[in-house]
């Protein structure tokens, strides 16, 4: 009874999601303005009609329903809760009804909250949400049904795998899907604005939270990704240039440009047409983003499921919504007068340069993890990594970390240079100093180097804006990008450093001896075998010393799985405030010893560090703007009743 | 100036178009090595068995043609193949053996239950071999001509559909 009230329940949603469409559409046009007062209902209801259906397919998951085919598949009776809980998303089906419930809810949210804009851009906007919905509910509907019952109820589970089991691995895939959500919500402001030609700050400012929460979560979800990839692929790497990373970097890079150019938008009525392009590339990047992940199309180091049903779909779905938009955008941006000139030499002149430099690196990124699927189609098998991202992503990333430093420096409209001279003078010389300073043992290459003389200059000059403030009555937003750029330098510092200063050591040991790396004396107190519910694994015990100090224990496996048979390295990690020493255990190398790779790595947590910084300045930035959105409503409110009452 | 509006349409259409061609392509998993038609990268492996000697670039520039085959005792697909390796033995192929991360009992054990076609099995702990041979995965194996080239990959196991392939190209190899 439950899997068929979820399934009605989605039925139903997406039948107001038809409605929403239509109305929304007509709306647009003065002719169908009665039609109009259907719109912002039809969208809060469809909200709630899938959160409905969302619940009940959690509910089956916490009794296990084993008549329904997707419990049966992916989750079992003795699961902890949470899990079976996480089983709902952790598959293709729960995953896509995840997907568009929160789209749904997002698009209830609008519909409820949004009254800046004006009415015609949100009908256009709201009938835009509707359309890319759509799309989702005819597939989920028609080839992807969570809801499915089996002729026969199974008798139990079969997703006991303890693999998958992962605290870590189950909050992932919302938080991505979160920040997509985000984004296809500035694709509907995107195109609605396009529809009625109305691009003005309103627009920007409605856009903007949408953004800058999709934005957070990319954030949050690339870091806590690299840090997997880190702990658990055991190569001691932290990002690999991998499709399935660039994946999820391609959106985050496009929706920084956009954040960036909303809020020249915002403040200043300038860079329409670019923001609004930024908009439809943003949720473009997070859509070819899933198609790249889910079609199978690029080989990639990080296995998943693929099917190529799953790829054309999405690759149509693409086709609809992004060919659509950029149809709608080639004819009707020449239309969209440009908005407000400014001066080069102003803050909007260096978020320009800004959202330049971004778009060249996202150019970059699409271009590397592209390029195999072109050449393959000449028989031409390549593979793009560091070599091709690194130095030519650095042509554009040096100059934008300049331009971070100085941008928020300056004013609106024009400035004059003479103005921010002295500090930036004195943030350059201590930046010139670090490179000076870090080249002095002659042994660390160019991009390290300057990735450390950079870090320096930029974590100055992230404060540099609180310069002369009250630091009480700096509003909450200008915290949250002086922390997001703090963060960024962070980050920087943790790349360059981990790059620079990494030690390895590769050993064969016996039981009982030791062996050096970095300031970490490592010994090999014992090699045990244990075994798992699917493995067995070598476990060894180190007891590591950094300068005499204590002996810290490490337990690095060498694992065997047996269905299907694989083999993985278990990381052990020892970490200190100034960076982490790494542990792999190989196999026996003869007589007694055996492998250790051993890295000793300075600061390399700075990277997710910054990454959480980053994002915590993102959180801010939104709590500001939405808490100053609700102080001006107040404003406007008080100010109408008091109108009223003067006219009463 | 209108003109330039329609560009990031063009380069939409361009990928759309590269993607949908690589979708309908049958997906080919595997990757072949760069190897091919090169000589063998030295090497010098510890035997990974007490009744072979290990292996040497050396030994395979005796003028004979051989089979390579890069394999190891925790898989599975190499149960599989082990009795169509039997039957090229049987036909007077010489095959030797590269055991990828793998322990000597282990090996042992192995050979005992589903026969020793090797003349020699060398240890390849680190797969630093194997990934200088161009191989990517066990098991795979190699037809290696008597000057020490490599002049065939087989990826996958050995089927028995395999083994007239494989002699043929030993033949080839020979002449």
Known sequence: MIAELGLAALWLAAALAALQLVTGFLAVKESGGEMAVLVRPAAMVQGLLCAAAFVMLLWLFVITDLSVKLVAMNSHSDKPLIFKLSGAWGNHEGSMLLWITVMALAGGLIALLERRLPERTMMATLGAQAFVGLGFYAFLLFSSNPFERLPQPAVEGLGLNPLLQDIGLAMHPPTLYFGYVGLSVAFSFAVGALLTRQVNPDFARAMRPWVLGAWIFLTLGITAGSYWAYYELGWGGWWFWDPVENASLMPWLAATALLHSASVLAARDALRVWTIMLGVVAFSMSMVGT???????????????????????????????????????????????????????????????????????????????????????????????????????????????????????????????????????????????????????????????????????????????????????????????????????????????????????????????????????????????????????????????????????????????????????????????????????????????????????????????????????????????????????????????RQRGVHA | MRFWWWIPLALFALFLGVAAYQLTQPKDEFVPSTMVGQPLPDFDLRAAHPDRPGLTTADFRDGRPRLLNIWASWCLPCIAEAPHLETLRREGVDIVGIAIRDRPEDVARFLATHGNPYSRIGADDLSEVQLGIGSSGVPETFVIDGQGIIRHQHIGDVRAEHVAVLLEKLQEAAE
């Open chain 1, 291 to 641: 198609f790249l992940v889910r079609s199978g199309i690029l080989t990639s180091v990080h296995a998943f499921a693929v099917d190529p049903e799953r790829g054309t779909f999405i690759l149509a779905l693409l086709a609809i919504y992004i060919g659509g938009a950029l149809v709608l955008f080639a004819l009707r941006a020449g239309s969209i007068a440009e908005g407000d000139r400014f001066s080069v030499s102003s803050r909007e002149g260096a978020l320009v340069v800004n959202n330049v430099m971004l778009s060249a690196i996202l150019g970059i990124v699409l271009l590397g993890t592209l390029y195999p699927l072109l050449t393959e189609a000449f028989d031409v098998r390549v593979s793009v990594g560091p070599p091709y991202f690194n130095p030519v992503g650095a042509v554009f990333v040096f100059p934008m970390l300049i331009v971070m430093a100085v941008g928020p420096l300056l004013r609106w409209r024009q400035d004059d240079w003479q103005r921010v001279k002295r500090p930036l003078i004195a943030t350059g010389l201590v930046t010139l100093a670090t490179l000076v300073l870090a080249m002095m043992p002659g042994s660390i290459d160019l991009l390290p180097l300057l990735g450390l003389a950079f870090a320096t200059g930029l974590a100055i000059a992230s404060f540099l804006p609180l310069r002369g403030r009250a630091l009480l009555r700096v509003p909450l937003a200008t915290w949250g990008m002086v922390i997001a750029h703090f963060g960024i330098a962070v980050a920087l510092f943790g790349m360059a450093s981990e790059s620079a200063f990494s030690q390895e050591k590769l050993a064969a040991v016996k039981v009982g001896e030791s062996t050096r790396v970095g300031p970490w004396q490592v010994a090999l107190a014992g090699v045990e075998p244990v075994a798992g519910p699917n493995w067995t694994a070598i476990e060894g015990r180190l007891l590591a010393m950094h300068d005499g100090g204590e002996a810290i224990e490490l337990d690095p496996q060498a694992r065997n799985f047996w269905a299907p048979p694989q083999e993985t390295t278990e990381s052990a990690l020892a970490t200190r405030w100034n960076g982490q020493l790494y542990a792999v255990i190989g196999n026996e190398a003869g007589q007694g010893r055996w492998q250790l790779r051993l890295w000793w790595k300075p600061f390399v947590t700075f990277i997710w560090y910054g990454g959480l910084l980053v994002a915590l300045g993102g959180l801010l930035a939104l709590i500001g703007r939405l808490s100053a959105d609700l102080k001006r409503r107040a404003v406007y409110a008080r100010a109408e009743a």
